[in-house]
């Protein structure tokens, strides 16, 4: 977002590029260079609805009845949010609102493409009821790179149809029912079309700095970060020509370095004092620098809006700010999934697939052994794409990205992982709301993971008994953005070599013509805690003999592996192929848009086969590559796995749904399926 | 607590007892026979403030304006709380109420002992501003085994100056401010005395099922979940002996099968209708069986009170059920570091130590690099003893409870610890809340785990980057139980014979008699993932030469372990003396009331060097013993571990803390501590 409120130090070459986008802006259009209607200030505090006022005439006026927050009334949010961080941060201010809310809600947001991207992946699978989100995705040139700006447009933005609108910026947070916000439009007077908050500081006075020299302002000026808009008024008021006549005027004298939104609307107000509706300070507590906003919050004891907009955010020094953390941090840390909660007492269409869901679940027997089982494959998880900043790899014909998933407990893998892979990785992380903080932090500190920027990090919000290992992993697959991708699991380590040497086979082997394959890498573990990497497959071989290395799940399973054909890998100088066998689970790369993993297999056990088994069915070659090699790193049992391995209805719940799925297999392969139920049949080992 | 409003099944000894105990209770005191005044029952709705009544009333009655919550003024809440679940429960209910709260609130906790050591613990470290916690312990005979009951003698137990005061169940949740409840005082007439929410079952009728004998009520009858009491006209009405003549004359011919608290109120106001003032069914929605709450909420929008008066508690059949579980979840998941926020508008004096705390706090300087350090070392974290139930050992004199910390990582070690170790432990665990419930999720289904009552869970809660590694042993060394404590790590699993090798030797080398010693546990590790625990000295030895056990940290750092002398271990056949040396980090068993740790020490390095110093400043004897052995696992590095280990900042931060920590020394054992300046002074390895 664009600063408000304060100027920031912008090198010369952004500067001339954003007053040539603004220039470009301002005169692409048809702008009618109408008389500017140059008035008197208005007294603030006199349109101001008594007890309603600015921190200076509170304590005098008597209080007047609060609005009622409307009943059941459909209310109408807009948010303007560009970028990756923007998008988590809108996530908090959307928790608060959702937390005290109790009216249905429009949320239209108004994004970039990431953004975009990001949020309509998020509000589809949150599915809160009685929550309609529209996420706008603004392709105009014209706007891209002047979200600071876009408040402005919004009344042209938005549905022709919409009367009012509350506008927030991202870094605001709620104390209260957004409904007793929505209330204060009964104080419109019919002139009036901005609802706004005083600003809480000297700013527009120009007297914080020498040579500061502020936009023109009503008295103090207002804030924008909490705006009540009465589209239908701008809209015949003529709101576009009014603001960019202005701001073009305004432009020939001023300087454009603290341009932003804020800085118009206060000069389109100074110039039509009658446009504005004064809002009571408590709607929009500004905790900038140099802030008064004390003034307004001692002495009321109800906050509405706490607003962060310092560029210090949570570390902006206020006699308060502990209580004002906590509250966002409150949200931050927030489960979401809580929010899915239906509203009372007023009619709550539930959102796109929900009801379907709710009919699954309804279906489902809970005395049934494995109900948790059913239940957990049917949960939707709320998910974040693209979780942190990321930059989409640049487009490569044999291009592999790395696709794992994890969750907190094996972060520490993640910086050797990177030391490993050089290339783009798309991981899936299981996480909390907390935890997901917890990731951002470990991210920030890590030299080695900040300086990446071709990871991309979605998390998966936690819900439910089981992890939910083929979900994620497709959560990864779905966003993997090069033609291939190497299907791999977050405890091993590739060789230092492998993400060349799987590009340079792909185009050997000449997979984009059309071949349809999967490249095998064969797998090994290490049961030794601390281990040096070998960095060649002589090595390799090397460690092998001594017992310090062993083909992955020798000693327990190994089955698994066994069709690689270890003997053969060992003086291969080629590519080979090789057949399918039951339980086989190599870890392979393959086209992305291979066959999803199968969701039903939450918790441990059959994830994988089952996947290899729908690629054999799809006539995937099994080519194993004569160079390549991950190795797996020992750790301790996770706690899922140690919770359900002893658990004599866990396994007989596996069997059941491996049973079901080849029913599936059966239905869409046909006879050709017939060889997995034999082999589905044999005698069992360890899961 | 017993059950509220419906019978549970009691073996006919339970109810013999109970009977005995009632009778006990009832008879034993000065009871003053008075005659009974019968009277007719007041309609019920013709008491209640218009659009504030039962749910027969509201639809029809214009609503009345809210009576304003009381600015500032002081609440009195009391709660009988006893036992260990209880206790646990009772955090959620005062987080809901905290979260909402704009007042000072005054709690009263009537509690058994069990529930007082917790909950003075608990509160003591939380420091809530504008929260003052009573915690009361009930000693007097006559009220233990009587908790259902206890909530009619409160006016006789709390402060005799104590005038209005809320009562409330441990299993209700808030959904709103407090005062608002409290602000419904006002309604009371000058006759009345209790506020009540009428029943929402039709328990009362008696109507429910064949042979269903309620206790006598008024109509639909009252719910005791929420209620306000005045307390200085119950006293002026002589109260205890109103209740305690009803209840005797009731108890000549009815069943006490499902005597609580809300037989005898409801028998009461049938007998005294004038004394109860109905209060709006919002403020105890019960969710109980046969409930008829819907008829209440689904007018109101706004939910006041959850009440979960349900056997089934969350998993109780509604149709909202899953917003008021997510409600729920809210606050039992709730990080109540949060809610250490300061109350605005309101003197609000800083709970005891509160004050000293932020005035360190303050001195600190930001600007140093170790700031983090320091803070973290002035944290004071939440501390939640025996979070689970816990039955201490029997006293018996050489008996020792091994000692260790953990976080939500090592976790999976608790089942191997418990069956290494089959004495008593006291472990403190370093959780967020929300993993405390996972926590709890995780002993209820282990099989090993909850057979355990020997194994004391000290929650501690988390706050700041560091793992407070010093302060968590402190925690679960302070609630030892036993003459005698073995200092661990989570990461060791003991011998089999280790808790009845250690027993024996402390009785043989006569510790209890007055001899100062720290008998030494000589420490293994295995590097192998997979490895088969040895079951004797001899064994062991057979794994040391066979190079798969190495003596504790042989390969980075053999200095910390050097002094217990291995060669001489192998042949020792007697408890032999050791001298101490720089660095020597020995895990000791010694008496309870050894030294504590030093808490300065917070994340990695130092934290038990420090310790075993200390031990030998005050001439403890190092006394290894020849069969005692643990043996480390591998794992993965900590999170905390990888992030710090690359910081020079964090090395210099140490060396820092060194130094400190000996002038500390220097002070209190003068100059004998020089040796370990000397010792300070040598060049270091890694931490």
């Known amino acids: 977002m664009l600063p408000r409120g304060r100027p920031r130090a912008l090198g010369a070459a952004a500067l001339l590029l954003l007053l040539f986008l603004i220039g470009f802006f301002l005169f692409g259009g048809d702008l009618d260079y109408g008389r500017p209607q140059p008035r008197g200030a208005a007294a603030l505090d006199g349109d101001l609805p008594a007890g309603y006022g600015g921190h200076n005439s509170s304590d005098c006026d008597p209080p007047r009845p609060r609005p009622r927050p409307?009943?059941?009334?459909?209310?109408?949010?807009?948010?303007?949010?560009?970028?990756?961080?923007?998008?988590?941060?809108?996530?908090?201010?959307?928790?608060?609102?959702?937390?005290?809310?109790?009216?249905?809600?429009?949320?239209?947001?108004?994004?970039?493409?990431?953004?975009?991207?990001?949020?309509?992946?998020?509000?589809?699978?949150?599915?809160v009821p009685a929550v309609w989100p529209q996420v706008s995705w603004i392709p105009n040139k014209h706007y891209s790179g002047l979200y600071g700006l876009m408040k402005l447009v919004l009344p042209g933005v938005l549905p022709p149809d919409l009367v009012r609108v509350i506008v927030l910026d991202t870094d605001v947070t709620f104390a209260s029912n957004i409904a007793e916000l929505w209330a204060l439009f009964a104080y419109f007077s019919d002139k009036q079309v901005i609802g706004l908050v005083e600003n809480q500081s000297d700013w527009y006075f120009g007297n914080l700095w020498r040579n500061h020299r502020p936009w023109p302002a009503l008295g103090r000026g207002f804030n924008t970060g909490v705006i009540l808009l009465r589209l239908d008024r701008l809209r015949q008021a003529g709101w576009e020509q009014m603001w960019k006549m202005t701001a073009t005027r305004e432009l020939l004298t001023l300087p454009a370095t603290s341009l932003a939104d804020q800085d118009i609307f206060n000069a389109v107000i100074k110039e039509h004092p009658w446009l504005v509706q004064p809002l009571p300070c408590v709607w929009n507590v500004q905790l900038s620098d140099h802030t008064l906003a004390e003034r307004c919050y001692s002495e009321a004891s109800d906050l509405k809006v706490i607003h962060w907009n310092s560029p210090k955010k949570l570390r902006v020094k206020n006699k308060h700010v502990e209580s004002f953390r906590n509250l966002y941090l409150t949200f931050l840390e927030y489960d979401g999934n809580l929010l899915r909660r239906e509203l009372f007492g007023c009619p709550c269409p539930l959102p796109p697939g929900a009801e379907q869901l709710q009919r699954a679940l309804a279906q489902l027997d809970e005395e049934d052994a494995c109900f948790e089982f059913r239940q957990q494959q049917l949960t939707v998880h709320r998910v974040h794409i693209t979780f942190l900043p990321h930059k989409p790899p640049p487009s490569q014909p044999h291009d592999v990205t790395l696709v794992a998933q994890l969750s907190m407990d094996r972060l520490q893998m993640l910086e050797a992982l990177c030391r490993h892979w050089p290339g783009p990785m798309s991981l899936a992380l299981y996480l909390t709301d907390a935890e997901a903080q917890q990731f951002l932090r470990f991210v920030e500190t890590s030299a080695v993971l900040s300086a990446r920027q071709d990871v991309a990090y979605h998390v998966v919000y936690r819900e439910g008994p089981f992890y939910p290992i083929n979900q994620l992993r497709n959560v990864a697959l779905a966003q993997a953005l090069t033609p291939y991708v190497f299907l791999s699991d977050i405890d091993f380590l590739p060789a230092y070599s492998l993400y060349n040497y799987l590009r340079a086979s792909i185009e050997q082997l000449e997979l984009d013509g059309g071949r349809k394959a999967a490249l095998v890498v064969p797998a090994f573990e290490t049961l030794h805690y601390r281990f040096s990497f070998p960095t060649s497959k002589a090595e390799l071989l090397a460690l092998l003999d001594a017992g310090s290395l062993h083909t992955f799940r020798y000693h327990e399973w190994p089955r698994g592996h066994a069709p690689t054909d270890y003997a053969r890998w060992r003086e291969a100088q080629e590519p080979y192929r090789v057949q399918w066998a039951a339980d086989y689970e190599p870890y392979v790369v393959v086209p992305r848009d291979c066959p999803r993993y199968d969701s039903r297999f939450v918790g441990f056990g059959w994830n994988k086969v089952a996947h290899i088994m729908e690629l054999d069915a799809q006539e995937y070659e099994l080519l194993v590559l004569p160079e390549a090699f991950i190795i797996h790193l020992p750790h301790a049992p996770s706690l899922d796995i140690s919770r359900f391995r002893s658990s004599p209805t866990y396994r007989d719940c596996l069997q059941a749904l491996k049973d079901e799925f080849h029913q599936d297999l059966s239905r869409s392969y046909g006879a050709a399926a017939l060889k997995y139920l034999t082999a589905l049949q044999q005698p069992r080992g360890p899961i």
Chains 1, 2 share one sequence.
């Open 70 to 127: 409307p009943k059941c009334e459909l209310l109408q949010v807009a948010i303007v949010c560009a970028g990756h961080n923007s998008s988590r941060d809108i996530i908090t201010l959307v928790k608060s609102m959702l937390f005290y809310r109790k009216n249905p809600l429009h949320l239209h947001l108004v994004t970039d493409a990431v953004a975009r991207n990001i949020l309509e992946t998020l509000f589809h699978t949150w599915m």
